[in-house]
């Protein structure tokens, strides 16, 4: 998959991953699809602009003597998946165009904006 669109990914997959459950660092990394490359290095800069987005909730608590953070989804975070879920049919919709365009589509599928009179 395109790093670009990966990139896109990663912070409702984050979001979601924590509206299953409070989790920490690690875990979020290991729950996080594989297909995305999600790294440690690459998660924490992305929880700190969640955090400062309001869309998620950071606490602190000590295991097996030391601090371990706990991050947890907020109203506003479960908001941003459901506006990235409410886009799923745009984004479907250019996958089409771009089929179609590319001569992929089974004939007789609709393209929403992408259907040609040649």
């Not at 929880?47 to 706990?70: D, F, M, P, Q």
């Not at 365009?101 to 040649?118: I, M, S």
Request: with cysteine.
């Amino acid at each position: 998959m395109d790093a670009q669109l990966k990139r896109g990914f990663l912070e409702t997959c984050v979001l979601a991953t924590l509206e299953r459950r409070e989790s920490y660092g690690y875990q979020i990394v290991k729950d996080v699809p594989p297909l995305l490359g999600l790294t440690e290095s690459t998660l924490y800069p992305l929880l700190k602009r969640l955090e400062s987005a309001e869309c998620i909730t950071v606490r602190s608590a000590e295991h097996n003597g030391r601090l371990r953070k706990y991050y947890r989804v907020t109203p506003a975070g479960a908001a941003r998946i459901e506006e990235f879920l409410a886009e799923k049919s745009d984004v479907m919709s250019i996958y089409r165009y771009i089929e179609f365009a590319h001569g992929a589509a089974v004939p007789g599928e609709a393209c929403d904006q992408g259907e040609r009179n040649d």
